[in-house]
């Protein structure tokens, strides 16, 4: 059953703490990306690899990195420089880093701040 | 760069009903489109999406989208809901050239009275 798996499915930070999202793909997709979700205000690219062992900042970067050791795996920490870090998480693959490949999404980790 | 805009936050519409959900978008390039839905705690859906050709797409569930170049519009429609489409639809564009980096729309929030 292929699929994005994303874990865990809530997650609480405390103030000055770095968490790490997981996220999980068995599409053999090449490209991955991080997305951050408030209300109102739609989704917004975070972070995106390509491929293996290369990744490039989107739109609100600061305060987050990223890892991509391996093709399936692309996890996202938010470290304590990020102020506002409340938000639904969603992670995103597509089989090719092209414009016209539809991206499949994970079911969200929420982070919530103590 | 690009943007979207979803001209409705919230439709309220009575079962059976037909719904258009209104998208405009900005770019200074060629652009691809898409509908995306979400159901709640969950991650997004593609619903259909314009690449190339026939500007009336047609997409799962019922829905369909025209793409109008002069109007910058991708306006999505459905000529009868279901209780089942309540739901977060987002408009989303991405350039045709280089990687697919998803610029998404504010969302509308399409809720189905019986």
């Known amino acids: 059953d292929g699929g994005i798996t994303q874990s865990p499915k809530y997650l609480f930070r405390k103030e000055g703490q770095n968490v790490t999202l997981s996220c999980e793909q068995n599409?053999?997709?090449?490209?991955m990306y991080w997305y951050r979700q408030d209300p109102g205000q739609g989704l917004r690219l975070i972070y995106y690899?390509?491929?293996?062992?290369?990744?490039q900042k989107g739109d609100i970067a600061e305060g987050y990195s990223v890892s991509r050791e391996k093709k399936e795996s692309f996890p996202l920490t938010v470290t304590s420089a990020q102020k506002n870090p409340t938000a639904f998480y969603l992670c995103?693959?597509?089989?090719?880093?092209?414009?016209?490949?539809?991206?499949?999404f994970g079911p969200g980790t929420r982070l919530l701040v103590l | 760069a690009q943007s979207v805009t979803q001209l409705d936050s919230q439709v309220p519409v009575f079962e059976e009903a037909p719904v258009e959900l209104r998208c405009n978008y900005s770019?200074?390039?060629?652009?691809?489109l898409f509908w995306y839905v979400q159901y709640p705690n969950q991650g997004l859906q593609l619903l259909l999406k314009?690449?190339?050709?026939?500007?009336l797409v047609k997409g799962i569930n019922g829905f369909e989208a025209e793409f109008n170049k002069s109007q910058t519009s991708f306006h999505l429609r459905k000529p009868s809901v279901h209780i089942s489409d309540t739901a977060e639809y987002f408009c989303?564009?991405?350039?045709?050239?280089?990687?697919?980096?998803?610029?998404f729309g504010q969302g509308t929030r399409l809720t189905i009275n019986p």
């Open positions: 989303a564009v991405s350039d045709i050239q280089g990687a697919q980096k998803l610029v």
């Open positions: 995103a693959s597509s089989i090719s880093r092209g414009g016209q490949e539809t991206q499949y």
């Open positions: 314009y690449l190339s050709g026939s500007t």
């Open positions: 770019s200074s390039v060629s652009v691809y």
């Open positions: 599409l053999n997709h090449d490209a």
């Open positions: 690899s390509q491929i293996v062992n290369d990744f």
